[in-house]
């Protein structure tokens, strides 16, 4: 048995997943927290971290630091994603999170991000039929990874919760003009990843991540984040954009009231239910056209699972 720390900083969130992993493979969680730091904020506009960003995330990693020293792992990665390759200070933050944790921050490009998100999705998901398409919609990029045993094509592209909320959502509600340019810009970069990724032959969508569980704790109507509810849940595109349009028809103020909602996700849920609807929509359409049927899952399990499973395999 190998104890692991697993650490994911993304644009919106950094997250940690303390587990033993079997020989076999099988994984048994024995810490799991999340802490919404905004580490992307502004990165879209000015290209280079926010001080008060960085003073959130350090905040945090002081904190993990206290859990790592209680459960003695034998093997930790942290892993940085989106945001953190866009930026001009990316030294600040590497040197920060080293001289908190005494790791070297691993700032991994799309096709280890796709990889890693598609080991974790698939695993919590071990039912979903093949060919699986990984939908991982992040704070400042969203990746599509296509495979069956493993990654046969993938594609990050840059449209995030976070980076089309300060791109096009300036008022609250969202004007219908806004919610236009923002859709816009999620037809744009699929274009292009439907270059890489043949999304036609999927025969399940897998979303992972907290916007996608959001979403899903949202349809269900639930009356709590429910992640035993939530894992594995089928979705229909018809329910997800009917609830994406709940969610951004409403202010701020009244998502920030509903019991599923975390209170760092109640702004960027607008742009994220938003852009995992669309994306839904185009590739609904496309696995149709092929003559095929998808079906749409949610899981749990994301890539912080599939860095502490390549953790326990190194």
């Not at 190998?2 to 997943?17: E, H, I, K, Q, Y």
């Not at 587990?19 to 799991?32: K, Q």
């Not at 109640?266 to 496309?286: C, K, M, Q």
């Amino acid at each position: 048995m190998t104890r692991t720390a697993a650490f994911d900083c993304g644009t919106n969130s950094l997250r940690l997943l303390i587990a033993d992993i079997d020989e076999d493979g099988t994984m048994t969680e024995v810490d799991r927290r999340m802490r919404i730091v905004r580490l992307g904020q502004g990165v879209d506009r000015t290209g280079a971290f926010h001080p008060d960003a960085l003073e959130r995330t350090f905040a945090v990693c002081d904190e993990y630091a206290e859990i790592i020293a209680q459960h003695a792992p034998q093997r930790q990665r942290f892993v940085a994603t989106s945001a953190s390759r866009d930026v001009s200070n990316r030294d600040a933050f590497v040197d920060g999170i080293r001289a908190r944790l005494g790791l070297e921050p691993e700032v991994i490009d799309g096709e280890e991000e796709a990889r890693l998100s598609f080991l974790g999705a698939t695993a919590g998901v071990p039912d979903a039929a093949a060919p699986q398409l990984v939908m991982d919609l992040g704070g400042g990029s969203t990746e599509l990874i296509l495979g069956g045993a493993g990654t046969d094509s993938a594609y990050s592209m840059n449209i995030g919760c976070v980076r089309l909320f300060e791109r096009h959502l300036a008022t609250d509600p969202p004007t219908d003009a806004q919610i236009a340019a923002l859709r816009a810009d999620v037809d744009d970069a699929f274009s292009e990843a439907a270059q890489h990724v043949d999304v036609s032959a999927a025969r399940t969508l897998v979303g992972v991540a907290g916007t996608i569980t959001t979403v899903a704790a949202a349809a269900l109507d639930l009356d709590r984040y429910d992640r035993d509810r939530i894992h594995g849940a089928s979705l229909s595109p018809a329910q997800i954009a009917q609830t994406a349009q709940r969610l951004v028809s409403m202010p701020s103020a009244q998502r920030a009231e509903l019991p599923y909602m975390h209170p760092g996700r109640v702004d960027v849920i607008a742009a994220g239910s938003l852009v995992f609807a669309r994306l839904v929509e185009l590739i609904d359409d496309a696995v149709t056209r092929a003559g095929g049927r998808l079906d749409i899952r949610v899981s749990e399990s994301d890539i912080l699972d599939g860095i502490a499973l390549g953790l326990a395999r190194t």
